[in-house]
């Protein structure tokens, strides 16, 4: 999993930064790192009272999806955290509202920015590029109560549907590259284009790019040669054929060339990006608590930066522990 991070002065700091204090700071301080890096300004306006900076406010969202806490339970706890006040020089936290309104207020480009960014640092020079999509829940509703309002017919009055995810990943050092957010029903094949796109601003070469059988469909083959060239090799299995239909084979010829010629070793690789999805979830939670679609979608990206983060730490970690 090591094998594509590269090193240079952002990865060294990096370590250091992990050396020196504890995983939770570094996380905080990465943050800011990263965010300096994209030339985030230190605070928003010349008129601020100048406190908490916007590049330590980031750091502290990313550390709240790391700990999976709610705004105010996370702020109660940080006086508690070792060096994560002392990474933004405060003497007090902020208020849970100031962080609140913070999010609301930055732009979800940035969120996506940095996660680019982050990818940047952990892959390697070419990727294969394994694309898929998940859920993340937008109700905290026990499943006894979901149940319970289905046999009673009002679930669909009661219960928010699921925050769908489409994540392009990274099969050999499991970074996300993107992360495209909806919060209406759409299907897979139409949120490839927006997921390979985002993954294609890393500037990463991407030598292979493989789904499953919700994202067939000649247009998706088209659409990968469209953006990354005839020869990047796309892996979709083809759907089971229309029994109705006179004809044995797929309409189209890449879908032809699937049926005929299928890279079971690429497309084995798939399963990376389900590994991925169940960490997301498995470590951060699968329950979103934003009321707007903008911010169910920052909350979700937050998270994702927060993975890539964990992928560098670990590494590290994992460097000292053999050191």
Known sequence: ???????????????????????????????????????????????????????????????KEVMDKSFDDFVEDMPCIKGVMEAGGIDRPPDASTLRKFRDRVNVHLFDAAVRETARHICGSSVILAVDSTGFSMSSASRHFVKRL????????????????????????????????????ISDHRLFRPAVTGAMLTGID????????GYDG?????????????????????????????????????????????????????????????????KMGDVVYGKKPLTVAKEIKLVVLAHNLRIIMDVFMSKRRIS
Not at 206 to 213: E, F, L, P, Q, T
Not at 223 to 243: M, N, Q, S
Not at 253 to 273: D, E, L
Request: net charge positive; with cysteine.
């Open 1 to 63: 999993m090591a094998g594509g991070i590269s090193t240079d002065w952002y990865l060294i700091k990096a370590q250091r930064i992990l050396n020196e204090n504890g995983k939770y700071a570094a996380v905080v301080m990465m943050t800011m790192l990263v965010s300096e890096h994209l030339g985030m300004p230190e605070f928003s306006s010349v008129y601020s009272k100048h406190t908490y900076s916007d590049r330590y406010k980031l750091g502290l969202l990313v550390l």
């Open 150 to 185: 289905t046999q009673m017919g009002m679930r669909r009055y009661a219960v928010k549907d699921y925050a769908k995810t489409t994540l392009a990943v990274d099969t050999g050092t499991f970074a996300v590259l993107s992360c495209d957010v909806r919060t209406t029903n």
């Open 218 to 282: 000649e247009g998706t083959h088209e659409c990968a040669k469209e953006l990354l060239g005839e020869d990047v090799e796309t892996v979709i299995p083809v759907r089971e054929l229309i029994k109705y239909r006179s004809g044995k084979t797929p309409r189209g010829k890449h879908r032809k060339k699937m049926a005929a010629m299928f890279n079971k070793a690429i497309y084995n690789r798939r399963s990376i990006v389900e590994t991925v999805n169940s960490m997301l979830k498995r």
């Open 206 to 213: 991407i030598s292979a790019v493989c789904a499953d059988k």
